[in-house]
């Protein structure tokens, strides 16, 4: 089984802050990740897939990047509705994957 | 819209089984595959396994081979999860989402909790 690393597991951040996360996989994957958040209580949500490709309807201050093993995911500007938990998942090979997530929290 | 609604909440006992079911909407059924992926109460996504709508043909996580059966009537666009012999470790929140083949999901159900108790 891949395995998916996330770091940091948390971190504070202010509204308008650039947050990264980073998620790492024990092999390559060829771009084969997706980034979700999810809200207590609720369902995750797509953000991002293919590394790099926007949802649509997901706001354009979420970015991802990465080849390999080694990906990102980029908020530019921290905004309230942002404070979650966000999950990183590799879809190259089964079983699918997910990372242990990074919950963001206002500082 | 698409829409995937799932079944409500569930208390089971120890050794028991559970069913959760999850009806498709606003797409056609048998174009996109349905996963399943778990999460225990304060705890990250676990990936249960996958079944085609249109053959019915299913691969399971090699951690519930055995326990696992998903299956699909198409006459209804609904999906179903079943998980036997549980236990208190099987306490969590069951989805269902949908992708194209493995891929990334971009439509859930609400969710099932399914509490495992004596």
């Known amino acids: 089984d891949i395995q998916m690393t996330q770091s940091p597991s948390s971190l504070s951040a202010s509204v308008g802050d650039r947050v990264t996360i980073t998620c790492r996989a024990s092999q390559g994957i060829s771009n084969s990740l997706a980034w979700y958040q999810q809200k207590p209580g609720k369902a995750p949500k797509l953000l991002l897939y293919?590394?790099?490709r926007l949802e649509s309807g997901v706001p354009s201050r979420f970015s991802g990047s990465g080849s390999g093993t080694d990906y990102t995911l980029t908020i530019s500007s921290l905004q309230p509705e942002d404070f979650a938990t966000y999950y990183c998942q590799q879809y190259y090979s089964t079983p699918e994957t997910f990372g242990q997530g990074t919950k963001v929290e206002i500082k | 819209q698409v829409q995937l609604v799932q079944s409500g909440a569930e208390v089971k006992k120890p050794g028991a089984s559970v069913k959760v079911s999850c009806k498709a909407s606003?797409?056609?059924?048998?174009?996109?595959?349905m996963h399943w992926v778990r999460q225990a109460p304060g705890q990250g996504l676990e990936w249960m396994g996958i079944i085609n709508p249109s053959g019915g043909s299913t691969s399971y996580a090699q951690k519930f081979q055995g326990r696992v059966t998903m299956t699909r009537d198409t006459s209804t666009s609904t999906v179903y999860m079943e998980l036997s012999s549980l236990r208190s470790e099987d306490t969590a929140v069951y989805y269902c989402?949908?992708?194209?083949?493995?891929?990334?999901?971009?439509?859930w159900g609400q969710g099932t909790l399914v509490t495992v108790s004596s």
């Open positions: 989402a949908r992708a194209l083949s493995g891929g990334w999901y971009n439509y």
């Open positions: 293919a590394a790099s």
């Open positions: 606003g797409y056609t059924f048998t174009s996109y595959y």
